[in-house]
């Protein structure tokens, strides 16, 4: 599905947040692995990065996958990556935000100390993992002009806010989430509504129900790194169609191994 998106869009570039990949918490390096196979080129992350302890050693390993800028410099990994796509740089930067989060550096002053580093690189895509819509608009104007998009993360549900300023950066304050939309933002509707009810902790695990994929896409004009155009797209995930062929082709590797 996402390499026919790619298509469609014509696609240079594509990138994830994919924290919530493993059940909703965090992701292991075999789940990278296949994100990447299935065409993604970089994966951001947010709060949830360090769930899976097996993703120490991968993250540190792997440039394409960034856990948030503003962790300090001891964390394994890194929160920017730049990529060359025909003479044009481009870099992408993960930042979190603190507000109702945990308390990181400040993610405004390492936006500005990141960008005095990126000399001669135009494009530029933020992915802000933060769960408040102020701190989110807030990082839009810090830095409106000085980058292409500000795509906000964290609260997995899309926002109707999708713009492109006068300076031209694109800003939303939620792209969207891909996975079940019958739930509460990804996870079984019981457990969660139940911790509500009782004040208790519950279990949880991710819902199965009404799979959409979302994301947004953004045309950048690469002299000047200015956003030109912005959509959000909603893509309807047959699941079981997909699990039932996944089965198939698991029995048929079974037969010919
Ligand atoms: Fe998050």
Same mark, same amino acid.
């Given at each position: 599905m996402l390499k026919d998106l790619r298509e469609e869009h014509s696609a240079d570039l594509v990138v994830a947040n /994919? @924290? =919530?990949a493993a059940g909703g918490f965090g992701v292991t390096p075999e789940m990278a692995q296949k994100i990447f196979a299935y065409g993604v080129d970089i994966q951001t992350s947010g =709060? %949830? /990065?360090? *769930? +899976?302890?097996?993703i120490l050693e991968y993250i540190a390993d792997t440039p394409r996958l960034l856990r948030?800028? =503003?962790?300090? +410099?001891?964390?394994? #990994? !890194?929160g920017v990556h730049v990529v060359e796509i025909r003479e044009h740089k481009i870099a992408v930067v993960n930042l979190m935000g603190r507000v109702y989060m %945990?308390?990181? *550096?400040c993610p405004f002053k390492t936006a500005d100390r990141i960008l005095s580093r990126l @000399? #001669?690189?135009h494009t530029v895509l933020v992915d802000? %993992? $933060? @769960?408040a819509t102020s701190e989110k608009q807030a990082m839009l104007y810090h830095l409106d002009g000085k980058v292409s998009a500000i795509i906000g993360t964290h609260t997995h549900v899309r926002t109707a806010d999708a713009r492109i300023s006068s300076r031209g950066t694109a800003y939303v304050t939620d792209a969207g989430?891909? #996975?079940?939309?019958? !739930?509460?933002i990804g996870m079984e509707v019981g457990p969660s509504l139940g911790r509500f009810l009782t004040g208790m902790p519950k279990r949880f695990s991710t819902a199965s129900e009404d799979v959409k994929l979302q994301g947004v896409v953004v045309t950048v *004009?690469? !002299? *000047? #790194? %200015? $956003?030109?155009s912005f959509e959000s797209f909603t893509h309807d995930f047959d699941l079981a169609a997909y699990q039932g062929s996944k089965a198939d082709n698991n029995s048929e590797s079974d037969t010919s191994a």
């Amino acid at each position: 599905m996402l390499k026919d998106l790619r298509e469609e869009h014509s696609a240079d570039l594509v990138v994830a947040n /994919i @924290e =919530n990949a493993a059940g909703g918490f965090g992701v292991t390096p075999e789940m990278a692995q296949k994100i990447f196979a299935y065409g993604v080129d970089i994966q951001t992350s947010g =709060n %949830h /990065i360090w *769930d +899976r302890v097996q993703i120490l050693e991968y993250i540190a390993d792997t440039p394409r996958l960034l856990r948030p800028a =503003n962790y300090p +410099r001891q964390a394994p #990994g !890194s929160g920017v990556h730049v990529v060359e796509i025909r003479e044009h740089k481009i870099a992408v930067v993960n930042l979190m935000g603190r507000v109702y989060m %945990h308390t990181l *550096d400040c993610p405004f002053k390492t936006a500005d100390r990141i960008l005095s580093r990126l @000399e #001669g690189v135009h494009t530029v895509l933020v992915d802000f %993992h $933060a @769960e408040a819509t102020s701190e989110k608009q807030a990082m839009l104007y810090h830095l409106d002009g000085k980058v292409s998009a500000i795509i906000g993360t964290h609260t997995h549900v899309r926002t109707a806010d999708a713009r492109i300023s006068s300076r031209g950066t694109a800003y939303v304050t939620d792209a969207g989430m891909t #996975g079940a939309h019958q !739930s509460i933002i990804g996870m079984e509707v019981g457990p969660s509504l139940g911790r509500f009810l009782t004040g208790m902790p519950k279990r949880f695990s991710t819902a199965s129900e009404d799979v959409k994929l979302q994301g947004v896409v953004v045309t950048v *004009d690469p !002299s *000047d #790194g %200015h $956003a030109t155009s912005f959509e959000s797209f909603t893509h309807d995930f047959d699941l079981a169609a997909y699990q039932g062929s996944k089965a198939d082709n698991n029995s048929e590797s079974d037969t010919s191994a």
